[in-house]
């Protein structure tokens, strides 16, 4: 594995672990977006990784926003600043749809305060995991922006029209139980309990084969995006690819059989 200034990965059994550690609050600069595309690109490129978990350094956040001082950096170079921001934009927009198109499951452990391209990094995963301690929110209205990396596509199609537009212009954060409530996180658990979930969810999924769960994906996230009639052929077409596998006789063998399978992603 590569070694990054802000980010750390670790596989074990394998299920990887990818920090983002820019203290004190994991926020995103020009640096982080950086080091975290090349991660990602790393773990999906690994054949001995089949999912990933993404969380934040620390007790306190998972991601709590950008980095404030490096945009008001760019807003004091007007002759530069607009390119620069267009840049990050579509880096960090860039990152995220990478993200949800994986072919492996990207869950989020959420262990602390989640705000702005935090929420969007968690909300493009494909599974959140929360920390009943942790605040999440879209603040960025208060700084007189608005939510760049995704934030206003994503919420709204995980909570609703109404609740999105509510949360994102008022700037407003919620608790991990308003999010559950809500949709916005599959799970809220203790505090210190954040990791050991999500990598418990991960090694579960680990234990299928890499194909039908590739298939799942894609067909759920092409699907949102098109008509029904679309979706359904994009699922009937990732179910008729899993004919040739090995895997797909051995799960159904296991089945008559009685027994646990044992998957070998052939």
């Not at 550690?21 to 600069?29: E, I």
């Not at 990094?121 to 608005?146: K, T, V, W, Y």
């Not at 109404?162 to 139980?177: P, R, V, W, Y």
Request: charged share 25%; glycine share 10%.
């Amino acid at each position: 594995m590569a070694e990054w200034q802000y980010i750390r990965t670790q596989v074990e059994d394998r299920v990887a672990v990818l920090t983002i550690d820019h203290p004190p609050v994991n926020s995103f600069n020009k640096q982080v977006v950086t080091e975290l595309d090349e991660a990602v690109d790393q773990l999906l490129a690994d054949d001995d990784v089949k999912a990933i978990v993404i969380t934040g350094g620390g007790t306190n956040a998972f991601v709590a926003g950008a980095d404030i001082p490096e945009i008001k950096e760019l807003l004091d170079k007007p002759e530069e600043g607009y390119a620069a921001s267009r840049e990050f934009i579509e880096r960090g927009q860039g990152v995220n749809l990478k993200i949800e198109r994986a072919a492996k499951p990207v869950i989020a452990a959420i262990n602390g305060f989640c705000l702005g391209g935090g929420l969007e990094l968690a909300m493009a995963c494909h599974m959140r995991i929360c920390s009943d301690r942790a605040r999440l929110g879209q603040p960025e209205i208060n700084l007189g922006i608005i939510p760049g990396w995704g934030g206003t596509q994503r919420l709204a199609r995980l909570v609703g029209k109404g609740k999105a537009i509510e949360m994102i212009l008022t700037g407003d954060m919620i608790t991990a139980q308003e999010a559950y409530r809500l949709g916005l996180v599959n799970k809220v658990v203790p505090a210190g309990a954040v990791l050991k979930e999500a990598r418990g969810l991960a090694r579960k999924i680990v234990s299928k084969s890499r194909f039908p769960v590739a298939a799942a994906l894609r067909a759920i996230t092409e699907g949102l995006a098109v008509p029904i009639e679309e979706g359904l052929r994009i699922e009937a077409e990732q179910f008729v690819g899993l004919a040739d596998t090995e895997d797909i006789r051995e799960g159904i063998n296991a089945f008559l059989e009685k027994r646990q399978p044992q998957f070998k992603d052939k």
